[in-house]
């Protein structure tokens, strides 16, 4: 409605701010076509990486890392990361050089006055000069993320959660009917709807928050569930952020059995000790959610629900909760519109249309090909296990299996495609023409980077897998 409201005053600019939070994916994929064809420019704050990627042409990110303080690129995110890797790669360099310089001015410098005497006072300026924009560089490199662990219980069940026939109806609708699944430790179940098709009914049922109308829900004795609300009702607005990190009162908190003073827990989730008397209603959104997350860490558990818990964070505070929740050792189910996420984590797909129907998909991609199709794969009416490989004991996922057995292939045509661009380049017609000419000199240069990020992607995999090799 917002975005609506927005869009009748028919703009020359469109400013939007994290404009898929709340949206369901249905929603978001609305929002990326009107967009991409939109006549009207927009500028957006978004830490959805899908939808950057789909829908924009300029990226700037602003980060003290970049001298400035801001960094941009023209292209969508990928592109922009590629960049980002570059640069962060060139200045690294450039740090390692400039500290070698240093060392030697710093030698310099400490043979005493008598040494220096014959020695130019514009030399003694330029060494301060080096020293200088050395600690701006090393000052730039410096940077915090929150430090995200959710804490297992260690328990050992196959079986923490049995949903057999589960149906369920709101306001004299049905939402969803024979429900049948199995959440074992390593599953992640991943939620997909539009926004009232049940997907935050079907998690508080979960929960045992609700009784579903039909159907029954088994608990492995003494289950510990935790459970992350996308409205964070149970945060009290009202409180300091330090009695909200240390619920229990006092000045500290114990995580994994250890006690920790509340201003070093602040720490983790990049709070000053200055904001500990700060009010949560003066925090931002994204500050709320990690106090939101923080909490939740205290408690140790056997099964995760979250609901949407991607909201207002920050891409760096979100690469870690993917990173900490694919190592997670309970069972996870994950309401969210987040793409990437589901597509790193999810070990299956259960969708809801609204209507009393719903359907299970391996993946993401598989949902997608089955909405352009109009056509859908009911659940089987038996209880069925969520696979639980979402990190294997070659320490790569299924996914990224799937991918090194084939990258290799898909190197070969890469190269295939420069040499072809290079011949081309030399035949007489096209490097006569300098339209074709610089057409295919584009053309080579997205070839050839193509062909450096499989190699570079082919690295990362193997890394991955032989490091986990070196462990066992």
Not at 100 to 125: D, F, Q, T
Not at 185 to 199: A, E, R, T, V
Not at 389 to 401: F, Q
């Amino acid at each position: 409605l917002a975005i609506a409201a927005a869009l009748v005053r028919n703009p020359d600019v469109l400013l939007l701010d994290e404009p898929t939070n709340h949206l369901d994916l249905e929603g978001v994929l609305w929002l990326e076509k009107l967009l991409v064809t939109a006549r009207f420019a927009v500028l957006v704050v978004s830490h959805d990486r899908r939808f950057l990627e789909n829908t924009v042409n300029r990226m700037v990110e602003l980060n003290k890392l970049y001298p400035g303080g801001c960094f941009t690129v023209q292209g969508n995110y990928s592109e922009f990361l590629l960049r980002r890797d570059e640069f962060l790669a060139a200045q690294e360099r450039r740090g390692e050089a400039l500290a070698n310089r240093v060392r030697r001015e710093v030698e310099w410098l400490r043979r005493g006055p008598r040494a220096r005497a014959g020695k130019s006072r514009s030399r003694i300026n330029e060494a301060g000069r080096l020293i200088g924009e050395l600690a701006d560089l090393q000052g730039r490199q410096t940077k915090s993320a929150a430090a995200i662990d959710f804490e297992g219980s260690g328990r050992r069940s196959r079986q923490l959660l049995i949903a057999r026939g589960v149906g369920h109806s709101m306001g004299g609708r049905p939402l969803f009917k024979d429900v049948d699944l199995v959440l074992s430790p390593g599953s992640c179940l991943g939620l997909l709807g539009q926004n009232g098709s049940g997907k935050t009914t079907l998690l508080r049922l979960l929960a045992g928050e609700l009784e579903p109308d039909l159907g029954t829900i088994e608990h492995a004795d003494a289950l510990q569930i935790v459970t992350f609300d996308q409205n964070r009702e149970q945060l009290d607005l009202r409180q300091t952020l330090r009695h909200a990190l240390a619920p229990s009162g006092g000045d500290s908190v114990v995580f994994q059995g250890n006690t920790l003073h509340v201003a070093a827990w602040a720490k983790r989730f990049l709070f000053s000790p200055e904001q500990l008397d700060v009010a949560l209603g003066s925090l931002s959104g994204g500050e709320q959610a990690r106090v939101f997350l923080a909490r939740l860490m205290l408690r140790p558990a056997d099964l995760l629900l979250l609901d949407e818990p991607t909201n207002d964070l920050d891409i760096e505070t979100l690469e870690i909760l993917e990173e900490t929740l694919s190592e997670f050792a309970g069972a996870l189910v994950l309401v969210t519109h987040d793409r990437f996420l589901l597509d790193r984590i999810s070990t299956g797909l259960l969708a809801l249309n609204g209507e009393g129907k719903t359907a299970m998909f391996a993946d993401y991609s598989q949902w997608e090909n089955a909405q352009r199709s109009g056509r859908s794969r009911a659940v089987q009416s038996t209880a069925r296990p969520i696979p639980s490989n979402r990190r294997t004991s070659s320490g790569l996922t299924s996914r990224e299996r799937n991918e090194l057995r084939g990258i290799e292939e898909r190197i070969v045509a890469a190269e295939t495609e420069v040499m072809e661009t290079q011949r081309q380049m030399e035949l007489p017609e096209v490097a006569t023409d300098a339209t074709r000419l610089g057409d295919c000199w584009t053309s080579l240069e997205a070839a050839r980077q193509e062909v450096d990020r499989l190699y570079t992607r082919w690295q990362e995999l193997e890394d991955k897998l032989n490091a986990k090799r070196s462990r066992q």
